[in-house]
C-alpha cells in the first residue's frame, strides 16, 4: 500500500535560518503530493502541491520538487521566521479511480523557530 | 465563506459513553472524511463517504459509526466500544472528480479527552 516517510522531529531553528523537512513516498501509482501545515490547535491547511515529476510547488517561500526517481518531495524554505513554527505533514493521493479522494500522510514534523 | 466547520472545539466524554461530532462543509463536496490524530503521530483514516448515504470504513473504523444523510454533513460517533477514544478528531472534504492534484479541506478539528 501507500506511505509517506518523513525526517523525525522535533526541528528546532533560529530566525532566518535554511530550512529542509525529508519526505519520502510509496505508492502503487502517480500520486500527486502535498504539504500540509498544522498550527496549533487547529485543523491541517495546504502549503503547496505538485502533481507530476519535476513540478515544483511553492507558497509563502516555501518550496517542493517532484522527484520521481528518487521517490521524494522535500520541503525547503531559505529563510524561516517564528511564524513558521508549527507541524509539517506531508503526504500522497493516488489517482481517482472510483473511489474517494484519500489522503495518506506522514507522521509529520514538528517545527519551531526561535528568535 | 465557505469551509468546514466542525463542533464542539472541546468534547469530554465519561467511560461508556457514546458522543457525537459534528461536521458540515457548504463547499458542495461530495466526498468527505474522518481522521483522528494522536500526538506525534500522523492522521489515520477512520471513514469516509464519497456519496449521500453511503460510507466506508477506513484503517481504524472498530468503535466509530457515522452518517451521511444530507451532502452537507457526516457527524462521526464515537462509541462504547472505542477503548482508547482520546485523540484530535479531524474532518475533511474534497471534490469528487477525476481531476489530479484536487486537495482535501479540513476543518478546525474536535480535541476527544474521556473522563
Known amino acids: 500500500g501507500d506511505s509517506v516517510t518523513q525526517m523525525e522531529g522535533p526541528v528546532t531553528l533560529s530566525e532566518e535560518a535554511f530550512l529542509t523537512i525529508n519526505c519520502t513516498y510509496t505508492a502503487t501509482g502517480y500520486p500527486s503530493l502535498f504539504w500540509y501545515v498544522q498550527y496549533p490547535g487547529e485543523g491541517l491547511q495546504l502549503l503547496l502541491k505538485?502533481?507530476?515529476?519535476?513540478d515544483k510547488g511553492s507558497n509563502k517561500g516555501f518550496e517542493a520538487t517532484y522527484r520521481k526517481e528518487t521517490t521524494s518531495f522535500h520541503l525547503e524554505k531559505g529563510s524561516v521566521q517564528v511564524s513558521d513554527s508549527a507541524v509539517y505533514f506531508c503526504a500522497l493521493s493516488e489517482p481517482w479511480g472510483g473511489s474517494a479522494r484519500q489522503l495518506t500522510f506522514g507522521s509529520g514534523t514538528q517545527l519551531t523557530v526561535l528568535p | 465563506d465557505g469551509g468546514i466547520t466542525q463542533s464542539p472545539k472541546y468534547l469530554f466524554r465519561k467511560e461508556g459513553q457514546n458522543v457525537t461530532l459534528s461536521c458540515e462543509q457548504n463547499?458542495?463536496?461530495?466526498?468527505m472524511y474522518w481522521y483522528r490524530q494522536d500526538p506525534g503521530q500522523g492522521l489515520r483514516l477512520i471513514y469516509y463517504s464519497q456519496i449521500v448515504n453511503d460510507f466506508q470504513k477506513g484503517d481504524i473504523a472498530e468503535g466509530y459509526s457515522v452518517s451521511r444523510e444530507k451532502k452537507e454533513s457526516f457527524p462521526l460517533t464515537v462509541t462504547s466500544a472505542q477503548k482508547n477514544p482520546t485523540a484530535f478528531y479531524l474532518c475533511?472534504?474534497?471534490?469528487?472528480?477525476?481531476?489530479?492534484?484536487?486537495?482535501?479541506?479540513f476543518g478546525q478539528g474536535t480535541r476527544l479527552t474521556v473522563v
Open positions: 505538485a502533481t507530476k515529476a519535476d
Open positions: 475533511a472534504s474534497s471534490p469528487q472528480d477525476r481531476g489530479v492534484g484536487t486537495e482535501a479541506f
Open positions: 463547499l458542495n463536496h461530495d466526498a
